[in-house]
């Protein structure tokens, strides 16, 4: 897939098939998370794979995460911009899964204490972003449109809107 097609087409998936993905799709978009770039190369995540109930009532969110056949919370270690990097590794396995046709939402963890406990998390330890991901319950297909009528089409203010030049 073209990669401003899938940047344009991807949306935000919640709702998922029951069936689970290949394990060489997990492989694939995990793999994604780790070819991110990140502040001096440090590599700060840690890819926790778990299962949606584990995390779901600790989310701001907890549809996001039930029935989700695959979830990954992304757990920082260090000082800096850590979770800027998490969101990073994020993004590359968001785009990596929609280019195999599964969806995915980010969620934010709305208890800290509970969710780190789950995790057996260390005091140096954070949850940055938990990701979940699944074939879509609604298909979409992304060769439908051209990147340009997705474009078009995103619940996203005008591109001059968010457009200062000095």
């Known amino acids: 897939m073209d990669t401003f097609l899938a940047i344009a087409s991807r949306r935000e998936v919640r709702d998922y098939?029951?069936?689970p993905l290949p394990?060489?799709?997990e492989e694939r978009i995990l793999d994604a998370g780790r070819l991110a770039g990140s502040s001096k190369n440090r590599q700060p995540w840690r890819f926790e794979i778990v299962p949606g109930e584990l995390l779901a009532d600790l989310v701001y969110e907890p549809t996001n995460l039930q029935g989700a056949p695959f979830v990954v919370a992304i757990v920082v270690r260090g000082k800096g911009p850590?979770?800027?990097?998490?969101?990073?590794?994020a993004t590359n396995m968001q785009l990596a899964a929609w280019n195999e046709g599964v969806g995915s939402c980010p969620?934010?963890?709305?208890?800290?204490p509970a969710a780190r406990a789950a995790l057996a998390l260390d005091e140096e330890e954070k949850i940055a972003i938990v990701l979940s991901f699944g074939y879509p319950a609604k298909a979409r297909d992304p060769e439908s449109r051209s990147a340009?009528?997705?474009?078009?089409?995103a619940n996203r203010r005008p591109l001059q809107e968010s457009i200062r030049r000095q």
Request: aromatic content about 8%.
């Open 82 to 89: 850590v979770s800027f990097d998490a969101g990073r590794a």
């Open 17 to 19: 098939e029951p069936r």
């Open 107 to 112: 969620n934010a963890i709305a208890d800290d």
């Open 148 to 153: 340009a009528e997705w474009s078009a089409r």
């Open 23 to 25: 394990a060489e799709v």
